[in-house]
């Protein structure tokens, strides 16, 4: 016995997450979490580390493709 009020009390919780209207304090979220704030790109992303470390590499086939071509002719 006593099943019925624990339920009771799970149904009540659901029913205040599902229809709640969200109020999700962002700022005290991001301090909880220890992020700072967004500040803009402060350094190279993930992509321009990419692009820099091959561009070499993409010169050099580039110019092996055109000797190659031009041989072919």
């Known amino acids: 016995m006593g099943r019925g009020r624990a339920k009771a009390k799970q149904q009540k ?6 229809y709640s209207s969200g109020g999700t304090d962002l700022d005290r979220l991001r301090s909880e ?6 500040e803009g790109p402060t ?15 993409i010169d050099r086939y580039a110019d092996l493709a055109e000797k190659y ?5």
């Open 43 to 57: 350094g190279p992303g993930p992509d321009d580390s990419y692009a820099d470390s091959h561009d070499d590499l």
């Open 33 to 38: 979490l220890g992020v700072a704030e967004d």
């Open 69 to 73: 071509t031009e041989s072919d002719k």
């Open 13 to 18: 919780v659901a029913r205040k997450l599902k």
